[in-house]
């Protein structure tokens, strides 16, 4: 076998490989001679089928399979090893040779193309200097939670005068028959359904005709369905709701005290301000932690010395760049890409690639120096919370990861990336700097350096929000189907841009 250089540009590598056809049909001999016992053929003995008889019928057959499955691989891994290369992309073959003519004695040639890894120093992750912004969590912060909470959780009180009319905020219980033409729909009826008044969670129209109502009334409500409305037989069609009004309810004030946090399942106010207390914690530590990195890979990124293989950046920028279009479509791009053009954003996101993979070469070289590994075990949690991101296709998304190394590849390398970057905040000069919580979570300014964030991560198309589900009957009242006075819920605005 002959192996010549035939290329060398950068990290880009291509060799000529040419194999003897003598090499070749010794090979294709011993092959067929490993498989002769087995062969049956009309007219021969089992097992006693001639070589050459094997040749002529099955010989493309079984060379191809003896190219494909042992020699090929074997030659790029033979010509990798004896050259210590270490490849950054999976090598691409470029067969010279015309198969048909490798059976009667020519010489199997093929070229190798493939990118290398580069040879460069990593950082000594003890000599960097890595700022960490911090927020304490204030009072203020509590007060105003506390304050949130107490309007999400608002209580109402019964109007027990006999006179009391509902109003616009009050919450009215009500029976009701939706009709057609003066016959009743399916699913269109619903006992003790509770209706607050201008909250807009049914159909225009609906809420506003119980506005003046005495408890124990029946009333008329005429109503239009939309004519987007879901249930198709239902959209634009004008319907009558005999509805009877129940209970009538007005807001109560919402203190914050112990019956506020009782509300919300803990003993006491000061259980709810320690819970909120936390909940912020954890909240300023992991904002933290990912500006402490930001700054870590900003610190990382000063050495571009080294070339990046070509492969690798391709495949990056064509990953950004398939979701930068999907947000082109969907009209979803921030406002300031959508002043440049598509060759200055191209431009803009090819420099995001060449960082994206300059930093993971770099933290791959301090992980393998330090020999950071990712257990199966840790892939195996990552995929099972990723599988029940899909209720009843949980088995069919683990199955999907063990079928594809890729995918696994792809689930391994944030994990490995997290665990480097633990590695080098340990060993990291790491220096708090005191911020305020505003400042922490800020987005349109690094706030250590006053600059944009370096790091800018490519849109992702949001999936269409899907609709909840039909919301149960109350308890006592197990058989009452869903209204369909209750309109559908309005799409999610689009996902943004971090």
């Known amino acids: 076998m002959q192996v010549t250089e035939k290329a060398n540009e950068g990290l880009s590598r291509t060799f000529e490989v040419v194999i003897p056809s003598r090499d070749l049909q010794a090979r294709l001999d011993a092959k067929i001679n490993e498989i002769r016992p087995q062969v049956r053929l009309k007219g021969f003995r089992p097992g006693k089928v001639p070589a050459a008889h094997i040749k002529k019928v099955f010989g493309e057959s079984i060379l191809g399979d003896l190219l494909n499955d042992e020699l090929l691989p074997q030659t790029i891994d033979s010509t990798l090893k004896e050259r210590s290369i270490e490849p950054a992309s999976q090598p691409q073959v470029d067969v010279k040779s015309d198969p048909k003519e490798l059976i009667g004695g020519s010489d199997f040639t093929f070229e190798i193309s493939l990118d290398i890894m580069p040879d460069f120093e990593a950082p000594d992750p003890k000599k960097l200097t890595v700022q960490r912004p911090v927020a304490e969590v204030e009072d203020a912060q509590i007060d105003e939670a506390l304050a949130e909470l107490a309007s999400e959780s608002k209580a109402y009180k019964e109007k027990s005068a006999k006179t009391a009319k509902a109003a616009e905020g009050d919450a009215v219980t009500i029976d009701f028959v939706g009709k057609l033409d003066g016959d009743a729909f399916e699913g269109g009826s619903a006992e003790d359904a509770r209706v607050v008044i201008g909250d807009g969670a049914f159909i225009p129209g609906f809420e506003e005709q119980l506005i003046g109502a005495k408890k124990g009334e029946e009333r008329e409500l005429k109503v239009t369905f939309p004519e987007d409305y879901q249930a198709k037989h239902l959209a634009g069609k004008e319907a009558v709701f005999e509805t009877t009004i129940k209970l009538i309810e007005a807001p109560a004030e919402s203190k ?75 009209d979803q791009l921030d406002d300031e890409d959508k002043e440049k053009s598509e060759d200055e954003l191209k431009a803009e996101y090819k420099d995001i690639a060449e960082r994206r993979v300059r930093l993971g070469l770099v933290l791959a070289k301090i992980g393998q120096g330090s020999n950071v590994e990712v257990t199966q075990e840790e892939i195996s949690r990552a995929i099972n919370q990723e599988a029940q991101r899909f209720p009843g296709q949980e088995q069919q998304v683990v199955e999907f990861y063990s079928k594809n190394p890729n995918a696994v590849a792809q689930v391994r390398a944030p994990i490995y990336e997290e665990k480097v970057v633990d590695y080098v905040l340990e060993l990291a000069k790491v220096e708090d700097v005191t911020v305020s919580r505003d400042a922490l979570f800020s987005d349109e300014d690094d706030i250590l350096t006053g600059k944009k964030p370096a790091k800018k991560k490519a849109p992702a198309k949001k999936a269409a929000a899907k609709k909840p589900a039909a919301k149960k009957a109350p308890a006592n009242k197990a058989a009452a189907k869903k209204p369909a006075a209750k309109k559908a819920p309005a799409k999610k605005a689009a996902a943004k841009k971090k």
């Open 256 to 330: 914050i005290d112990d019956d506020l946090a009782k509300r919300l399942g803990l003993e006491s106010l000061d259980s709810l301000k320690d819970a909120l207390k936390q909940r912020f914690e954890r909240e300023h530590a992991g904002q933290s932690r990912m500006r402490a990195k930001r700054s870590l890979l900003d610190s990382l990124d000063t050495n571009k010395d080294f070339d990046l293989p070509p492969s690798m950046v391709d495949q990056e920028f064509n990953n950004i760049w398939a979701q930068v279009s999907q947000a082109i479509e969907a």
